[in-house]
């Protein structure tokens, strides 16, 4: 099939950006639409010009490191896909596609479509853990846990850590992302003595990382590729209200320093 | 050289223990003192620089994603072993360590495994106690599974998605102590060589990917922990990312690499599908605890798999193999599946494929049970195939997945350069000449939660050190070397994408050093290597420049130390005249078509020492002895 790609071009993060288009003649629909950027970067270094860069490692949809916003929607049109399992079966010869990286204000772009997510790392630094060093656990089946409970940890827990469901939201806000850590650790017996610590401390460096509060608008979990629901980030809310009420502020400091 | 593997003596049960007491201690306000770097965020190097920075140590860790969550170890699907006998099928430390000693086919070193089978109770309680969501029954006690090559139900796991749930266990410890201060976190930082001083490993040379900034790091210790190196053969189930830069980089600077040539072929992946392809996808080994495997019996059969009557269709593994039938080892899996291929009967449209056929399954536990089993596994499938395998059989087909060689190392996991520990998939490991499913998982957090924090204890303590500093000779030198090196590569201006090179590498080692490999064969591949590799330094096309985010020149460097390990590896494969495990050659088989190992000659490790650029490598042998498990022919018939 041929395509007309819109692609952003951005040569480093103080850079202007705009779009560039390129033809991508002779694409296979079997092909993966990161194969189907291999392809045009391969033709663009044959051509002696600078290949478009994009973040991916895995290609099976489990590490988290691609994200693109194709034609207005984070990883593109299919449900519950990340880009990588995306393919190209799914257009139609003769498409125009708009490749974007993800916009947010705590996303910045480091170079064409790649994107400088290393806020949510600091997000699960500020209690995005069990605090259960080496050496110190009792058997594992000494505390037995409800299938059910385990369940619908794992559903939070299958976050890939994308970041999708911040480009997706108008108010490019990170509450899925938290809220699926705080309710994967928060559902199992081994999260409850650090639960309401962990929810404060994580919704706080959201917010100082600059991410937008959540106003249900909903986008985010139709953009998830793991398909987390925004129950999860009633489960936050109801978690940070609990520390607001509870934990005294001389521990909120400390609960924000992990 | 002199490898001497440092085992402990004594009866194999007491080894650990009594090593444990005798390794020397850093008392708890020394700790502090001494710094550690860890390269890899993966099982081994997450679990590894959480522990260590847990115990005191100052730790520096770095990884070339951009998160030290994306490394491929998330992307482990089935499970983890360990010998709880929760299921009271019969398991035990010795049976898991008997198992993967008979699985490695006898080429791993006794009293590492052993280890092995005995931390592997402590790691399921160390991640039930981080949280990880392992799968439960009703009754909340852990769920287990049976995988290939074991009788009994020992693997736990997490739906189809246990490596994730195990990194993420180890990212949040390690997050922990990045935000308690006790490790430092470089991502999107990629090492590009070792710095030895006096004969020990000092620190790295890295390569800010955002900046190009090329910057020293030194420490009183350095670990690896960067995976395997199965992308050399480009089409792998390995992450694009994955590369064997530091492991190669660690080897021309001292370090032995062990077994280079035993390679893990995974009988369940996705087969090929065009020239396009970038990857593999592996569907899990689980899959066939309920899949059934087979190929029509007669050749050019062109009907739709559901007309082929069952009389007309050839279960291989079960009829080849009826007690472990579609459970059998992964090298036997694979090459019965490239068997079936070659005669004519694969599947699909090029006819390298078999059939997993679920119908039985799902006639027997219905359609909603084998959906709670494996629904993520089916929808990716059918995601990337556009095939539904409720209604139509999956097609599989064997691809690179793992490598069970790597950096040589002793009892305590270090190299033969003093300071240069190595673990997980990076060093030649516990799994001999093949790897057991849910065995990966094991030791990657085997080596970094309960083996290095001890080891690197008693070498600091004892090592006495001296202090340098990154405006020591030495370091300035390697990153002169390192400089020089990525300038070279930006230079050459040739006519032909990285790529194209590394396609070229790749075809040449699956056909000659891949699942059936050949004197003939090898002989050829270490003619054309070196020539390809010529052809690349003069005729390669990197654009843009060095003081960027240059993703070309990122996978230049590696595909140019994937031309070299290439090489290593077809010349360990020649040397070794007979079959065991994941190598196979033809000319060392039964009338049967079985692998012929041959003790006498080759229970060995091999070890290989770099001698220079155009010489020779030296081969170095420490040789394997069985005192608890009677060498014998594997079968599982």
Same mark, same amino acid.
């Given at each position: 099939?041929?395509?007309?790609?819109?692609?952003?071009?951005?040569?480093?993060?103080?850079?202007?950006?705009?779009?560039?288009?390129?033809?991508?003649?002779?694409?296979?629909?079997?092909?993966?639409?990161?194969?189907?950027?291999?392809?045009?970067?391969?033709?663009?270094?044959?051509?002696?010009?600078?290949?478009?860069? $994009?973040?991916?490692?895995?290609?099976?949809?489990?590490?988290?490191?691609?994200?693109?916003?194709?034609?207005?929607?984070?990883?593109?049109?299919?449900?519950?896909?990340?880009?990588?399992?995306?393919?190209?079966?799914? $257009?139609?010869?003769?498409?125009?596609?708009?490749?974007?990286?993800?916009?947010?204000?705590?996303?910045?772009?480091?170079?064409?479509?790649?994107?400088?997510?290393?806020?949510?790392?600091?997000?699960?630094?500020?209690?995005?853990?069990?605090?259960?060093?080496?050496?110190?656990?009792?058997?594992?089946?000494?505390?037995?846990?409800?299938?059910?409970?385990?369940?619908?940890?794992?559903?939070?827990?299958?976050?890939?850590?994308?970041?999708?469901?911040?480009?997706?939201?108008?108010?490019?806000?990170?509450?899925? $992302?938290?809220?699926?850590?705080?309710?994967?650790?928060?559902?199992?017996?081994?999260?409850?003595?650090?639960?309401?610590?962990?929810?404060?401390?994580?919704?706080?460096?959201?917010?100082?990382?600059?991410?937008?509060?959540?106003?249900?608008?909903?986008?985010?979990?139709?953009?998830?590729?793991?398909?987390?629901?925004?129950?999860?980030?009633?489960?936050?809310?109801?978690?940070?209200?609990?520390?607001?009420?509870?934990?005294?502020?001389?521990?909120?400091?400390?609960?924000?320093?992990? | 050289?002199?490898?001497?593997?440092?085992?402990?003596?004594?009866?194999?049960?007491?080894?650990?223990?009594?090593?444990?007491?005798?390794?020397?201690?850093?008392?708890?306000?020394?700790?502090?003192?001494?710094?550690?770097?860890?390269?890899?965020?993966?099982?081994? @190097?997450?679990?590894?620089?959480?522990?260590?920075?847990?115990?005191?140590?100052?730790?520096?860790?770095?990884?070339?994603?951009?998160?030290?969550?994306?490394?491929?170890?998330?992307? *482990?699907? @089935?499970?983890?072993?360990?010998?709880?006998?929760?299921?009271?099928?019969?398991?035990?430390?010795?049976?898991?360590?008997?198992?993967?000693?008979?699985?490695?086919?006898?080429?791993?070193?006794?009293?590492?495994?052993?280890?092995?089978?005995?931390?592997?109770?402590?790691?399921?309680?160390?991640?039930?106690?981080?949280?990880?969501?392992?799968?439960?029954?009703?009754?909340?006690?852990?769920?287990?599974?049976?995988?290939?090559?074991?009788?009994?139900?020992?693997?736990?796991?997490?739906?189809?998605?246990?490596?994730?749930?195990?990194?993420?266990?180890?990212?949040?410890?390690?997050?922990?102590?990045?935000?308690?201060?006790?490790?430092?976190?470089?991502?999107?930082?990629?090492?590009?060589?070792?710095?030895?001083?006096?004969?020990?490993?000092?620190?790295?040379?890295?390569?800010?990917?955002?900046?190009?900034?090329?910057?020293?790091?030194?420490?009183?210790? +350095?670990?690896?922990?960067?995976?395997?190196?199965?992308?050399?053969?480009?089409?792998?189930?390995?992450?694009?990312?994955?590369?064997?830069?530091?492991?190669?980089?660690?080897?021309?600077?001292?370090?032995?690499?062990?077994?280079?040539?035993?390679?893990?072929?995974?009988?369940?992946?996705?087969?090929?599908?065009?020239?396009?392809?970038?990857?593999?996808?592996?569907?899990?080994?689980?899959?066939?605890?309920?899949?059934?495997?087979?190929?029509?019996?007669?050749?050019?059969?062109?009907?739709?798999?559901?007309?082929?009557?069952?009389?007309?269709?050839?279960?291989?593994?079960?009829?080849?193999?009826?007690?472990?039938?579609?459970?059998?080892?992964?090298?036997?899996?694979?090459?019965?599946?490239?068997?079936?291929?070659?005669?004519?009967?694969?599947?699909?449209?090029?006819?390298?494929?078999?059939?997993?056929?679920? *119908?039985?399954?799902?006639?027997?536990?219905?359609?909603?049970?084998?959906?709670?089993?494996?629904?993520?596994?089916?929808?990716?499938?059918?995601?990337?195939?556009?095939?539904?395998?409720?209604?139509?059989?999956?097609?599989?087909?064997?691809?690179?997945?793992?490598?069970?060689?790597?950096?040589?190392?002793?009892?305590?996991?270090?190299?033969?350069?003093?300071?240069?520990?190595?673990?997980?998939?990076?060093?030649?490991?516990?799994?001999?000449?093949?790897?057991?499913?849910?065995?990966?998982?094991?030791? @990657?957090?085997?080596?970094?939660?309960?083996?290095?924090?001890?080891?690197?204890?008693?070498?600091?303590?004892?090592?006495?050190?001296?202090?340098?500093?990154?405006?020591?000779?030495?370091?300035?030198?390697?990153?002169?070397?390192?400089?020089?090196?990525?300038?070279?590569?930006?230079?050459?201006?040739?006519?032909?994408?990285?790529?194209?090179?590394?396609?070229?590498?790749?075809?040449?080692?699956?056909?000659?050093?891949?699942?059936?490999?050949?004197?003939?064969?090898?002989?050829?591949?270490?003619?054309?290597?070196?020539?390809?590799?010529?052809?690349?330094?003069?005729?390669?096309?990197?654009?843009?420049?060095?003081?960027?985010?240059?993703?070309?020149?990122?996978?230049?460097?590696?595909?140019?130390?994937?031309?070299?390990?290439?090489?290593?590896?077809?010349?360990?494969?020649?040397?070794?005249?007979?079959?065991?495990?994941?190598?196979?050659?033809?000319?060392?088989?039964?009338?049967?078509?079985?692998?012929?190992?041959?003790?006498?000659?080759?229970?060995? +490790?091999?070890?290989?020492?770099?001698?220079?650029?155009?010489?020779?490598?030296?081969?170095?042998?420490?040789?394997?002895?069985?005192?608890?498990?009677?060498?014998?022919?594997?079968?599982?018939?």
């Amino acid at each position: 099939m041929n395509l007309k790609l819109r692609i952003w071009r951005q040569s480093g993060p103080h850079a202007a950006g705009r779009f560039v288009e390129y033809q991508a003649p002779g694409i296979s629909p079997d092909a993966s639409f990161l194969e189907m950027l291999d392809v045009v970067n391969e033709r663009l270094i044959e051509n002696g010009e600078v290949p478009i860069a $994009f973040d991916h490692d895995c290609r099976e949809g489990i590490c988290g490191s691609c994200g693109l916003m194709i034609n207005g929607v984070a990883h593109g049109p299919d449900p519950g896909t990340a880009t990588c399992q995306l393919h190209m079966r799914r $257009f139609k010869d003769g498409d125009i596609i708009t490749i974007e990286p993800w916009r947010a204000r705590a996303f910045p772009v480091i170079r064409d479509l790649v994107v400088d997510r290393s806020a949510f790392d600091r997000i699960m630094q500020a209690g995005g853990f069990v605090s259960a060093n080496t050496g110190s656990a009792p058997d594992g089946n000494a505390i037995p846990i409800p299938k059910d409970a385990v369940e619908q940890a794992m559903d939070a827990a299958q976050c890939i850590g994308c970041g999708a469901c911040v480009a997706a939201c108008p108010n490019g806000s990170a509450s899925l $992302f938290t809220g699926a850590k705080i309710t994967h650790l928060g559902l199992l017996p081994q999260g409850q003595p650090e639960r309401e610590r962990r929810a404060l401390g994580m919704v706080l460096q959201m917010d100082a990382e600059g991410f937008g509060g959540c106003t249900l608008f909903g986008e985010c979990q139709d953009a998830c590729p793991k398909q987390i629901s925004i129950e999860t980030i009633s489960r936050m809310n109801r978690d940070f209200l609990r520390a607001m009420l509870t934990l005294r502020p001389a521990s909120t400091g400390a609960a924000g320093a992990g | 050289m002199d490898l001497n593997s440092r085992t402990p003596s004594g009866p194999i049960q007491q080894k650990w223990d009594r090593h444990r007491f005798e390794l020397k201690l850093v008392n708890p306000a020394n700790k502090r003192k001494y710094s550690v770097i860890v390269v890899g965020s993966g099982l081994a @190097g997450g679990s590894a620089a959480a522990t260590l920075s847990e115990l005191g140590y100052q730790v520096k860790c770095f990884c070339f994603q951009d998160s030290p969550r994306r490394a491929h170890s998330i992307a *482990a699907q @089935g499970g983890i072993n360990a010998a709880k006998n929760y299921q009271n099928d019969g398991d035990s430390i010795w049976r898991l360590f008997y198992d993967t000693v008979k699985g490695g086919d006898f080429r791993a070193r006794e009293a590492n495994v052993y280890r092995l089978a005995q931390i592997s109770v402590n790691i399921i309680d160390q991640c039930v106690a981080q949280g990880v969501p392992f799968a439960r029954e009703y009754g909340g006690l852990l769920a287990n599974r049976s995988f290939g090559g074991a009788q009994v139900s020992r693997t736990f796991y997490a739906r189809g998605q246990t490596g994730q749930q195990l990194l993420l266990g180890a990212y949040q410890a390690l997050e922990k102590e990045i935000a308690r201060g006790g490790v430092v976190m470089f991502a999107r930082t990629e090492m590009l060589d070792l710095i030895v001083i006096n004969g020990r490993a000092r620190g790295i040379v890295a390569r800010d990917m955002v900046t190009g900034k090329v910057q020293s790091h030194v420490a009183d210790a +350095v670990v690896l922990a960067t995976g395997g190196y199965g992308n050399v053969f480009y089409l792998s189930t390995n992450a694009k990312g994955s590369n064997a830069t530091a492991i190669w980089r660690a080897h021309k600077r001292g370090a032995l690499f062990g077994n280079p040539c035993y390679t893990q072929i995974h009988p369940t992946c996705i087969p090929v599908s065009g020239e396009y392809q970038s990857k593999l996808t592996l569907m899990s080994e689980s899959l066939r605890n309920d899949g059934r495997v087979w190929v029509p019996k007669q050749r050019g059969d062109q009907r739709p798999p559901d007309q082929i009557p069952d009389a007309d269709r050839d279960y291989y593994l079960e009829r080849k193999y009826p007690s472990f039938g579609n459970l059998a080892p992964r090298d036997i899996a694979s090459r019965a599946a490239q068997e079936v291929c070659d005669d004519g009967r694969g599947v699909g449209p090029n006819g390298l494929g078999v059939f997993l056929d679920f *119908a039985d399954a799902i006639k027997r536990l219905g359609e909603d049970r084998i959906r709670e089993r494996y629904g993520n596994l089916f929808e990716m499938y059918q995601r990337i195939t556009d095939e539904n395998p409720y209604r139509v059989p999956m097609r599989i087909f064997p691809a690179v997945h793992y490598t069970m060689g790597g950096l040589w190392v002793d009892y305590d996991l270090m190299s033969t350069i003093p300071g240069l520990f190595v673990i997980g998939e990076a060093n030649f490991s516990d799994h001999g000449a093949n790897r057991l499913g849910a065995s990966a998982l094991m030791q @990657g957090l085997a080596d970094g939660y309960f083996i290095v924090p001890y080891t690197i204890g008693d070498y600091l303590a004892g090592a006495k050190l001296e202090k340098v500093g990154v405006d020591h000779a030495e370091v300035i030198g390697t990153e002169g070397i390192v400089n020089e090196r990525v300038l070279r590569l930006l230079a050459v201006h040739g006519r032909r994408t990285v790529d194209s090179f590394h396609r070229e590498l790749g075809k040449l080692m699956w056909d000659k050093c891949g699942m059936a490999r050949s004197a003939e064969g090898l002989r050829e591949a270490i003619q054309l290597i070196p020539a390809l590799r010529d052809e690349f330094w003069q005729n390669v096309n990197v654009p843009g420049s060095d003081a960027e985010l240059n993703q070309a020149l990122e996978k230049a460097g590696r595909v140019a130390d994937f031309l070299e390990l290439g090489e290593l590896m077809c010349r360990d494969a020649l040397h070794r005249e007979e079959s065991c495990g994941g190598h196979f050659r033809v000319e060392y088989q039964t009338d049967e078509g079985e692998a012929k190992r041959d003790d006498e000659r080759f229970a060995y +490790v091999a070890a290989w020492e770099w001698r220079g650029d155009g010489a020779e490598p030296c081969l170095n042998r420490e040789p394997l002895t069985f005192e608890n498990v009677q060498l014998a022919t594997r079968s599982y018939k």
